[in-house]
Nanobody, 122 residues
Framework: QLAESGGGLVQAGGSLRLACVAS????????MGWFPQAPGKEREFVAT????????YYVDSVKGRFTISRDNARNMVYLQMNSLKLEDTAVYYC?????????????????WGKGALVTVSS
């Protein structure tokens, strides 16, 4: 199971850090990712990290603003979001995959969290 925390309301230009805790697994065997879903849109990839943490990838729109990291000793993955924009408003879902080295599309996901709402205001 995956559980997100850290969502909330923030002004444009501000920062938030999302956290996701995983239970009942060998955490470092799993690639992890974050997939926001804006109202009326599909859930889309923004960031992923390999099991060891050595590989990280981002969608172009968040490069330089978002940072994904993980703490395998605590079964945690994080998404630090800086310079937030109105268009970053979404429910952010934590995702895991055992079979993929990284997660860059929804088809690779085997477990989803319930999501954390991030609202960016002007």
């Amino acid at each position: 199971q995956l559980a997100e925390s850290g969502g909330g309301l923030v002004q444009a230009g501000g920062s938030l850090r999302l956290a996701c805790v995983a239970s009942g697994r060998t955490f470092n065997s799993y690639a992890m990712g974050w997939f926001p879903q804006a109202p009326g849109k599909e859930r889309e990839f923004v960031a992923t990290i390999s099991g060891s943490g050595g590989r990280r990838y981002y969608v172009d729109s968040v490069k330089g603003r978002f940072t994904i990291s993980r703490d395998n000793a605590r079964n945690m993955v994080y998404l630090q979001m800086n310079s937030l924009k109105l268009e970053d408003t979404a429910v952010y879902y934590c995702a895991s995959s055992l079979l993929s080295d990284v997660i860059m599309n929804r088809r690779a996901v085997d477990t989803w969290g319930k999501g954390a709402l991030v609202t960016v205001s002007s």
